[in-house]
């Protein structure tokens, strides 16, 4: 009776996680489903400590999926670790400059994860200043399926992520409002007005020739 009870209650907690991570990548169970420009539901997320904790998988802070095969959160700790393992990641796209920490690279080393760092500084208003050919390069690194999947992650997730993001949603042709509004729901309270007109006027010209493969550009 004891092993019987086991059973189904890891049952129900394998099935609980399941259902979380299926709101948290914003899996489209269709594919007959219409897709525009306006984003679908990718805000950070929130994973219930009964279905995480007693598995040991829990997931960065503002973790969301941006795409087929692309993720974005916050700064990954150890406690992240085994979460990450479950993406089968291929590469780490790292926007901040200071050094990966030695616990993350013998992480990275050990699952066979490649990392691309392209070092932006932190700057807070009024001196922001963000480099358009370091985005323009991250972007590249993110556009190259060989890499998928991969996760893009600063300190927080929510400024130079989500100014990588948002720069990603033009190349998908998403329009400027709901660019904004994805951008919003990460920043929240520390939405920075430099950062919506950075993604305004970069220029995403000379990347039109990449390959994309993506469920959430517009048809």
């Known amino acids: 009776m004891k092993d019987d009870n086991t059973t189904t209650t890891t049952t129900k907690l394998t099935q609980n996680l399941q259902q979380q991570l299926r709101r948290t990548t914003g899996v489209v169970s269709s594919v007959d489903q219409v897709v525009d420009m306006s984003p679908p539901t990718m805000s950070p997320a929130v994973v219930p400590s009964n ?3 007693d598995l040991n998988l829990i997931p960065p802070l503002n973790f ?8 974005r959160s916050g700064f990954p700790h150890s406690a992240n670790f085994s979460f990450l393992q479950t ?10 400059p200071e050094p990966y920490p030695e616990a993350n690279n013998e992480f990275l080393k050990a699952n066979g994860i490649r990392l691309f760092q392209f070092g932006i500084e932190g700057h807070k208003e009024p001196f922001v200043n ?13 556009l190259d399926v060989r890499n998928h999947p991969v996760l893009i992650h600063c300190k927080r997730g929510k400024h130079r992520t989500g100014c990588l993001v948002g720069c990603l949603r033009k190349l998908q042709r998403w329009c400027l409002s709901s660019v904004f509004d994805e951008y919003q ?4 309270a520390k939405a920075r007005v430099s950062d919506q007109r950075f993604m305004e006027l970069f220029d ?3 990347l039109k020739h990449m390959p994309m493969s993506f469920s959430c550009s517009k048809k």
């Open 51 to 53: 279905a995480v904790d």
């Open 64 to 71: 969301a999926m941006v795409d087929n095969g692309i993720f």
């Open 87 to 96: 993406l089968h990641l291929r590469s780490i796209v790292y926007l901040c």
């Open 130 to 142: 963000i480099p358009q050919d370091t985005i323009r390069e991250a972007l590249k690194a993110v």
């Open 185 to 188: 729901r990460f920043a929240a």
């Open 204 to 206: 995403i010209s000379s």
